[in-house]
């Protein structure tokens, strides 16, 4: 029994709290704004794996450790709801969309996407992965120093770009997008939690961003529809059955071909407001985690050389990358999960409680902010081994240290897993494949701690330098 009736429960306690922390209403405002991490890791630290603290006037409940991920992740949702907990995103996704529309609903809209994360389309996008990260690449001078973050940042802008949304809509957008993802980004802020809708900067240009992009994706969606109807056999291509795949290159195509249950096309809206959740869940995560990626090989390098073997051993005679030879590169798969759980993009999980409850043994009052962290949970001694060491043999068998249930949380669990993790985690060891391959990194004087002045923090200045592997190393004198 993890999670229950307070009542049915006898050994139900009070959940401690965390004193000395800021005014009463602010509470730790400022420690949680400056270093998230440190504030919970502390006050597990001195109060156990369940306490609590005031937030901008709301009641916050932290829950760390297996057995309290499985009973939140698990936890249904009239009881522990992430609907109200992620409102302050709904003016990114739109009205109705994603955690704004009723649960069953949400889910219905998730289910539209599946066919586009089939493994047949992964092997596409792996494709285009290859092909951008190579083009970006053609940018860069011989050698010098590049900021690491903004880079995979132009590269996972353009992939999942043409991933979701197509050619079309890069082309027409391309220049403005890094700046566009940025400002929806920048709008996720501690205030969304007393209201998303407050007069500041930040909540503006987020407005700003996401009314340009919905115009520039709806513009390719009226295209689209257009050529469709006035395809050579004036037919509109078959609706698809729900959950069937289809013969389109990027989710948009999956998505106009999807049909509601009474049989009509998806709306525009709902479209357009889906594409904008996935860029939103997806791409900025998708550049932090191949960042904390290329941090961790900078500042262990005796992996660099296993790691160019098992490119060398897998793309041998493989003339372009795919699904397949991806699955292949285990080490690389290893780092990028030590990245995920040393470096997690999301540093919280939310959910609210909408009726009191009893978490593990503890009274949660209706109301409450309930929070799980991968970030302070993947560094638990009682469940990794040394947890602050990069050691990617702790996935391998038999320590296998990931397969313990909601131990590795960086992608969620439960009901709400992350649908996109199989994407991330290809385009994640696709951009590396290419860059391990073609460019020699060096940390510089690069400034790698994290930054949590942003939502999805990665490092403070990864400026780093560089060298292409067709360029000759210079002889020692
Ligand atoms: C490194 C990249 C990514 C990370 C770290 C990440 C992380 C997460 C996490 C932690 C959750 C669970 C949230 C919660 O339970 O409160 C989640 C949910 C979700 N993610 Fe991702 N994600 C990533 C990439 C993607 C991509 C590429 C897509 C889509 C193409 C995606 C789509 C979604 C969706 C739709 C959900 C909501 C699932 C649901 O509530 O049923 N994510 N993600």
């Known amino acids: 029994m993890a999670l229950d009736d307070a009542a049915a429960r006898p050994q139900v306690t009070a959940v401690p709290h965390l004193s000395g922390g800021g005014l009463p209403w602010f509470g730790p405002c400022w420690s949680f704004r400056r270093d998230p991490v440190a504030l919970l890791r502390a006050g597990r630290e001195r109060l156990g794996n369940v306490f609590g603290f005031p937030l ?210 998806l709306d525009d809206d709902l479209v357009t407001g889906i594409l904008i959740g996935m860029i939103f869940a997806g791409q900025h995560t998708s550049a932090v985690l191949a960042t904390w990626t290329g941090v961790l090989l900078l500042q262990h390098p005796q992996y660099v050389d296993a790691l160019l073997a098992e490119q060398h051993t897998v793309t041998d005679g493989t003339p372009r990358l795919g699904a397949e030879p991806l699955h292949r590169m285990e080490l690389l798969e290893r780092c990028v999960r030590e990245a995920e759980r040393l470096h997690p993009p999301l540093l919280v999980l939310m959910r609210t409680a909408l009726r009191e409850l009893d978490l593990i043994g503890h009274t949660v009052p209706a109301g409450t902010l309930v929070m799980v962290s991968p970030a302070v949970a993947h560094r638990m001694p009682e469940v990794f081994r040394d947890p602050d060491r990069f050691d990617p043999a702790r996935y391998e068998a038999p320590r296998e240290e990931h397969r313990q249930p909601h131990a590795l949380i960086g992608f969620g669990g439960g009901r709400h897993r992350c649908v996109g993790s199989a994407f991330a985690y290809l385009q994640v060891k696709a951009v590396w494949s290419v860059l391990l391959r073609e460019v020699a990194f060096d940390a510089g004087h690069a400034d790698f701690r994290p930054d949590y002045s942003t939502f999805i923090p990665g490092p403070v200045s990864p400026r780093v330098r560089y060298r292409k592997r067709s360029v000759p190393v210079p002889e020692q004198p």
């Not at 802008?157 to 940025?182: K, N, S, W």
């Open 56 to 265: 901008l006037g709301r009641r916050v409940v932290f829950a760390c450790g297996p057995e309290a991920h499985a009973a939140v992740f698990g936890a249904e949702e009239t009881v522990l709801s992430p609907k109200e907990a992620y409102r302050f995103i709904t003016p990114v996704f739109g009205p109705g969309v994603a955690y704004d529309a009723a649960p069953q609903e949400m889910s219905a809209q998730i289910s539209h996407l599946l066919p586009a994360l089939s493994p047949r389309r992964l092997d596409g996008y792996a494709r285009i992965a290859e092909e951008e990260v190579r083009t970006r690449l053609a940018h860069w001078a011989p050698q010098g120093e590049v900021d690491l973050l903004s880079e995979l940042n132009r590269m996972t802008v353009a992939i999942a770009t043409r991933c979701l949304i197509g050619d079309e809509f890069q082309h027409g957008m391309g220049p403005h997008l890094p700046g566009l993802y940025r400002d929806l980004e920048s709008g996720i802020r501690l205030a969304g939690i007393l209201s998303p809708a407050l007069p500041l900067p930040s909540f503006r240009r987020r407005d700003r961003a996401r009314a340009a992009i919905a115009r520039a994706i709806g513009d390719v969606i009226a295209a689209r529809r257009a050529a469709s109807a006035g395809a050579p056999d004036g037919l509109e291509r078959e609706p698809a059955a729900h959950g069937e795949d289809v013969d389109g290159s990027d989710m948009l195509a999956t998505l106009l071909a999807a049909r509601a249950p009474d049989g009509s096309p």
